[in-house]
């Protein structure tokens, strides 16, 4: 069945570090992709998607592109910031319904 | 609209009592999702509706746990008896369709003691 396999975290980095969390995903047909991310104590929230191959996915300095070639929607952004710190979750629709998410990755940005 | 909003934010119960669960999708979506988020665990679908029907509850831990959605804006899980490793952050899912993203309400923080 569909799945998605994201970067085992926690991800600690300095303010206005580069950030990357890989995700890649299984599926047999074409899915849409999505990052959430979750600040503590909140539900998890859209920060960004994309819905075919080679869409770019932007939201607050956030990027995501949809890689079909290497089925990844690796999240990145130029320069964190201390809010930044918090869960983030890759995740997809095929269609069938039912949404799939990653295991989460916990980032953590330090002043 | 205001959002997915679920009832109570928290709830602290006995262990043995019966716990009930709310949810309020937003207008129009035709799919409500139940997930539980745990530590050790993560991010667990339990069940899902779409147009008030259930579709999938495979995720659904135990003959515990049950799910209904009466009519298209309001769901509820209920948990009877309550043990404590039920204890975890219960999340309600709303979407407009296939391919759409999910829209979240706050949580219910349950704990069982």
């Known amino acids: ?111 | 609209d205001a959002g997915v909003i679920q009832s109570p934010r928290h709830e602290v119960t006995e262990m043995g009592q019966e716990v009930t669960l709310r949810c309020k999708p937003i207008s129009g979506h035709d799919y409500l999702f139940w997930y539980r988020q745990t530590m050790m665990r993560g991010l667990e679908l339990l069940i899902y509706f779409n147009n008030n029907v259930p579709i999938d509850d495979s995720g659904m831990p135990e003959d515990r746990f049950s799910a209904k959605m009466p009519n298209a804006s309001f769901s509820t899980l209920k948990i009877q008896p309550s043990e404590p490793r039920d204890s975890a952050v219960y999340f309600c899912a709303s979407t407009g369709g296939p391919w759409a993203e999910a829209f979240f309400g706050q949580g219910t923080r349950l704990t069982v003691v």
């Not at chain 1, 929230?45 to 994309?50: R, V």
């Open chain 1, 1 to 111: 069945g569909d799945s998605v396999t994201q970067m085992e975290g926690p991800v600690t980095l300095s303010e206005e570090a580069f950030l990357t969390i890989n995700c890649t995903y299984t599926a047999t047909g074409y899915p849409s992709l999505f990052w959430y991310v979750q600040y503590p104590g909140e539900g998890l929230q859209l920060l960004l998607k994309a819905t075919k191959a080679d869409d770019k996915g932007s939201n607050k300095g956030f990027e995501a592109t949809y890689r079909k070639e290497t089925t990844s929607f690796h999240l990145e952004k130029g320069s964190v910031q201390v809010s930044d710190s918090a869960v983030y979750f890759c995740a997809l629709s095929d269609g069938s319904n039912d949404m799939r998410f990653g295991a989460g990755t916990r980032l953590t940005v330090k002043p």
